[in-house]
């Protein structure tokens, strides 16, 4: 997803007043009140690998397992290692239970246990540390053109759906608006499910 990180980029120059001076006051109004943390990119050996030898690759880099989860007489894979864990599904929520992949060669494959890449465990470290801080944590893709509200694992109403609805009717107002783009507001699990 190459163009998340530039997206993400081009937020921060806005918030600095470098991409959108005229907004500048608006957000000199935004900077005064709250403190924004930025990670354009939290899995950097994957997209790495996205630019030097496959396009299309969204997973970390981590060995995974053996193809099949099939291993060989002496302790090796008996097809092959598979590389990479979907760090958006290795997370604790509701871990193994929906839009998975036990295979490690599968693109959804959710790692041995939750928070077992060095990238997932730091993003819940940071958001442990600084939870009673947190106004808002957004994450963003490169899928389509939606705004994702919880929840991915089950067709459940999420608390404060309501909320979540406004904002996302909201931004994707603002979105038409501004670049006379659609996109589709709502839960995961009702919008892409």
């Known amino acids: 997803e190459w163009v998340s990180p530039a997206v993400v980029m081009y937020i921060v120059d806005s918030l600095l ?16 009140k709250f403190q924004f ?5 939290i899995n950097p050996d994957g997209y790495e690998y996205s630019h030097t030898h496959d396009r ?14 099939k291993k060989n007489w002496f302790g090796g894979c008996f097809y092959e290692m598979c590389y990479g864990i979907d760090a958006n599904r ?30 997932t465990a730091a993003v819940r470290d940071f958001l442990l540390l600084h939870q009673t801080n947190l106004e808002l944590y957004l994450s963003y893709h490169a899928y389509s053109q939606y705004f994702l509200t919880p929840l991915g694992y089950t067709n459940s109403t999420a608390p404060d759906s309501a909320h ?15 670049h006379n783009r659609t996109y589709i507001p709502g839960p995961w699990s009702k919008v892409l499910y």
């Not at 991409?19 to 900077?31: F, I, P, R, Y």
């Not at 998975?100 to 890449?117: H, I, T, Y």
């Open 17 to 32: 007043g470098e991409e959108e001076a005229e907004k500048s006051k608006q957000m000199e109004v935004l900077l005064a």
């Open 37 to 41: 943390i930025i990670a354009p990119c």
């Open 56 to 69: 299309m690759w969204r997973k970390t880099r981590a060995p995974a397992g053996c193809k099949k989860n």
């Open 90 to 119: 290795n997370f604790d929520v509701e871990f193994n239970t929906v839009g998975v992949s036990r295979q490690p060669c599968n693109e959804m494959f959710l790692g041995k246990e939750p928070f077992d890449q060095n990238n």
């Open 164 to 178: 979540h609805s406004a904002v996302g009717a909201a931004v994707v107002r603002a979105i038409q608006a501004r």
